[in-house]
């Protein structure tokens, strides 16, 4: 995610880090050639091209601004979500954290560094990085085995908690409602597990994507062709800024449509992550503490 | 459901599998040739079309394109509800699953069991398949007969599944909040089943469909005749990409509105499905676990 | 609601069970019949008819456009929520059905009986159809007086489920947490009740559907007049086409804003609430177990 | 609120009751006469106001389109979740007249009692009517002088109403479970007291209003300026067709922004009111049931 | 926050407090001088120009309306959860307030002190004010050097609330379930900062505010050059209330995307924090009561 204060309304038009021009850049470029290929030609050689309205233009123009912006809202709404699940998996470590209190102090470490397990193997597992080992250290010895062999081992995680709260409800120290206020928590953690794999596994139906991907393409290649005979040598410019917007923000929804990437624009899971683990050994008031992520040239992971 | 990695911005252009255009090139073949037609007359005969202002045809179709944008929301929120509907049925077994840790062993084989048959039954359901036998293998031998004959089986299993827990409460096994907890999953199993069937059951309003159908259609084939004469022989690269536009959209729609179907673009019941047979196994410790389901030629079910 | 596979691309053009069409064809036709003579005096006396630029009339189709979006998207909204509501009451019962299993038998009986009774009631409300006896059989004879007098029928059958309910609790045949269980199912059919009395009893404001549908008939009347001189002969063919899509969707918009009615895309309360009566005779046991509706002419009530 | 039956398609065009014509028609006329003036003055000096290409109005007019259609929106939200809160209300109010059957009958009288006092409190506070004595008479004489003092009246109702309960729980006549359930609905009403504070003291950001009012007044200012050349003796036609929707969406969206008003178009809190007061009264079987207000002049307070 | 009464459609007009106007003035002088320029050149060099479609600068600027009100509804929609989260937390307090009579009155006053602490630490913190201190007076003294050091103070003062509860569930002097109410209002609170931070941790996809910052102000600076040899001395006014709109609500969505700010405006946290403090002083009885904030030149903080 990019971090950065937002810069004065002059100094923005220059701005290059967290832009999307890089990854438009070649199309770009390329669509904007042609437009000076064009020109200069209709230069040369008038009427070469036909002249055609621009009404024509204009029609399929809007059309795409308005599929471009569904899907954008799609995309964005895509993005925030996920936002507001590692948001409410902060909020639920830190319920967590609180009403455990109620457990005895070993069990209470046990569960509360099972849970800074459970959030670095599902950031592991959401970013498709290696999950081996990462939360190992978090995990008594004796589960360290099968949570490497577990087909969904931050859902393993889990059902260690789980079982250690059930065991203190079994033996007295706890009654049937702090169990199930505890238990509650533990389902909250799968919430977010299960909303944020619907989200990585699920994208936006493929054939919308392709269906204003290529509008958008063919639009800007046909542009410099049919505006040509018209604006002359501001084509270049025109077609440029149209190309621009539209190139981009298509890539800026492909982007936000895969929220848990490592992108500019996408989540700081690292961060996060991070953040409740910090949040959780503060609560058992242990002494060695890590830093929070600080951002990298406005980049936050 | 289409599942492949994005291509870059240039293979994307030439993708075919998971585009919606096999489904509308008759009619986008139509579109393409009469425009050609009209081209042609027009070259040879100049003015036998009446020279139509573009603009009239800019302002159908724009309203046309807020409406087919009003209703592609509405048809993607069905298949997205959808999605989260399913999504939230694997999170509810996760959570039985492990709060099920409550009750004796063999129950909990019992209802985990009864809950996998839940799920295949509700997918056979959701995709009128044959729901005959499907689950029987999850339920004890004296529930099959009830099962294959109740108008409504999957909610017979919800009801075995709550006599079990309830017995458990009766005879003082389970404390009345524990009770209540096992059986709040139960309803929450219902839950996703009357919401399925409630996007399965209630269609958008045909006469929506109709009216943004009929005028996509009318407003197609009336393009070549009103623009021929201004555009040429470009008529037919504007019109395709106007009615391709247009014709998919409206078409993507049709098959989001419908999100259980087995469409290309549907959602992957029987992948969801198996996950959540997967998991339920392994949660009881069951050593016969299948694999999850693959996508065929970028294809999950 | 329309029930009808949806036909091919082709057929739908011609379909008219389920359209707006008929609604609209007086205005309509009428509108087609001016453009005409429009045409004709055009035609021979040419220039009667100022030459007016398109554009203006772009501007205000485009704005009305939006508007009608805007509130088309307002009355769908509302005709969803009820829709979701019912489905919510179907779930409701369901689960009242099984977590009712706590209760005696005969109790059981008869609070299932009241809820039948209570939807019934309460989609005779909605449709402002006579109440008077519907939902007496449902009822304990020493109930029916009271049933028939009280000003809120609906709620009144509710209060008589939580009185026996709560006789129960008191008689310490249910703990509280059971009797709270049970009584927030009551609390949630109410809640349904008053979701659809909220939307049926408030209209969209006024206002906005005067405005809008001011606008749309003044907008639709002044177009022949105004493109006449323009598109000669092709004026009906695009005032019929520009008019048939704002008066349908105004149209449309007015008939999903009141989703209880019984026109022809309005929710089908009486198989709805027949579902309800089938789910809970048949978790009682019942052998008079009705049929579920069927559409007539693809309309189900 | 306005309440009557849609009227057909042809009387509604000139309805007033209920329109918003009447709060803009000062403005209105005056556009409308500018352009009569505009219209004349070219007529006898032709060309004096130069001839201006109409697409740069319609390129402003579209975006105001859409900002309105968005300030709209934000405006009807606000609306339509007041209503929402009050149904609510309702709700809750029943909710409590059910559940507190558990109570003995003098405190449960007492406590519905105050919840009337509680909704006509909230109900004057909003309209930012007197509130003083307005509840006195529904609360026991003891409490009449406090309540009159507390600078948060209605919540200090809600404070009664708690503690009676508290006191019914500490003499052991509820249980922790039922105290906490009606615990709980005097939570609810509180919520809808914050909610409609929140709507009433935090209006759309002023910036907004002001920003897309003033774009819309001085367009309709310039409109006849710019098309008088070009539209002549339409000009006062069009002009005013746009400045009626233009003024008209943004004098409603004004309307609507302040749901709690005495406007036509704003929520009927007094009938609601009312509704809540009977009933609790017919659920506490008292005699003296006032009846529900009913619309006058199709207004309903 | 602005707080003033809407004055009438006519004063409106020339409002200068709560204008977005005096943060945009700048560059849209330089726009409007920029435009002069252009349209004396054009009237003293006539043809230096080339005379542009303004149909290309329509197409432009109606792709960027619909993006711009893309952003605008994204922000709008962040400061207004940011409102209703606040909103809730006034709720939260009460209900607090109301339910924690539960408690010795001793603790009750403990508890309900650091809450105010808890809320003047978060409006702080949200507002990058210095922290140091600001809640001390709240809390016991053996827990304001704990505080100060926390890396985390408002959720310690949270520790602290759940600590001296869980404390008296443990000494028997709440029931579970009242301990339950209670640990989850505290939950609530909790709630309330996390969703505050992830609206200022957080902001809108930077890559998308650049996008659109971007086209807009570059379109803008096209404006003068494409429609000066058409609009000639209207030059200016056209383009300045173009320029006027889109740097306004570019502005604009960029102060409601913190709404935690000082601007005019964002949220007045401040009088919202008072009002806390008021609402739960006097729910303990105690004398000391401060005055609500007012609002300073139509400026609540």
Not at 267 to 272: E, G, H, Q, V
Request: net charge neutral; proline share 6%.
């Amino acid at each position: 995610m990019i971090v950065r204060p937002r810069p004065n309304a002059f100094i923005m038009l220059f701005s290059w880090r967290g832009s999307i021009l890089p990854q438009i850049a070649p199309q770009l470029l390329f669509v904007i050639l042609l437009s000076i290929i064009v020109a200069l030609f209709e230069h040369f050689h008038p009427h070469i091209f036909p002249e055609l309205p621009i009404a024509a233009f204009s029609l399929i123009g809007l059309a795409l601004s308005i599929f471009l912006g569904f899907r954008n809202n799609v995309c964005y709404d895509r993005w925030w979500e996920a936002r507001k699940e590692w948001g409410a998996l902060i909020l639920h470590m830190r319920n967590f954290a609180r009403e455990s209190l109620l457990l005895h102090v070993d069990v209470r470490r046990r569960v509360l560094h099972r849970s800074i397990g459970f959030t670095q193997t599902l950031n592991a597992r959401l970013r498709n990085q290696n999950q081996m080992g990462i939360a190992e250290r978090w995990l008594p010895t004796q589960e360290q085995h099968d949570y490497a062999e577990h087909p969904n081992p931050s859902d393993y995680v889990l059902l260690c908690i789980q079982r250690d709260i059930l065991e203190c409800y079994k033996a007295g120290q706890l009654s049937d409602i702090c169990y199930q206020q505890l238990s509650s928590r533990v389902a909250n953690m799968a919430g977010t597990q299960a909303a944020c794999e619907r989200i990585r596994n699920t994208p936006v139906p493929f054939a919308y994507s392709l269906l204003i991907h290529r509008t958008a393409y063919l639009y800007s290649l046909l542009l410099p062709i049919g505006l040509g005979s018209t604006l002359g040598f501001l084509t270049p410019v025109i077609v440029g800024l149209l190309a621009y917007t539209f190139f981009g923000l298509d890539a800026l929804g492909s982007e936000l449509e895969q929220p848990f990437g490592i992108l500019e624009n996408d989540l700081p899971l690292d961060a996060m992550a991070r953040a409740i683990e910090i949040d959780l050994l503060s609560s058992l008031g242990e002494s060695n503490i890590p830093k929070p992520l600080q951002p990298v040239n406005f980049i936050l992971q």
